[in-house]
């Protein structure tokens, strides 16, 4: 090849320049689009309730914030045998609890898991909960596109107030 302005050294020079800065960009715009596909939930105010002691069931509480619409679809903890999500609720005077498959979650509302409310139930205990000791759970989220996400998380066990 015979290019007037350049010697063919100068030639691959500029190429390859011009070369690692589109792959640069290309390298950038991937992981921005990543970060932004993994836009991870906020967890704040996250906790366990202490247990009595022989009882095999608990309650983690904790309030979901999500930058996009996504759902709660799973939780599991090494602490527990399964892990459900509930909702709680009074009707006529009666509290009623019910397992939920999903927990949906608006783009930048909180979602409040409180006692009285939405919680994580816990059954089949491997162990009591000790105020002062910690649980691990991993929380799975599904969002628009059905792209599966998780979180691991560390609760402190806490006596209830």
Sequence with gaps: MNYP???QSQFLLNSESKIMKILKHLVLASLLAACAAKAD???????????APGQKVGAA?????SPQDSTLVFAETPAAGTVEIHSMSMEDGVMKMRMLE????????P???APGGFHLMLFDLKKPLIAG???TFRLCFKDKAN????????LPIKEAN
């Design 133 to 135: 000791e910690k649980v």
């Design 61 to 65: 509480y904790m309030t979901l914030t």
């Design 102 to 109: 999903e927990l949906p979650l608006k783009a930048g509302k």
């Design 111 to 113: 979602e409040k898991l």
């Design 147 to 154: 792209k599966i996400t998780d979180q691991t998380i560390t």
């Design 5 to 7: 302005h350049y010697s």
């Design 41 to 51: 939930v906020t967890i704040t105010d996250a906790w366990v309730r202490a247990n």
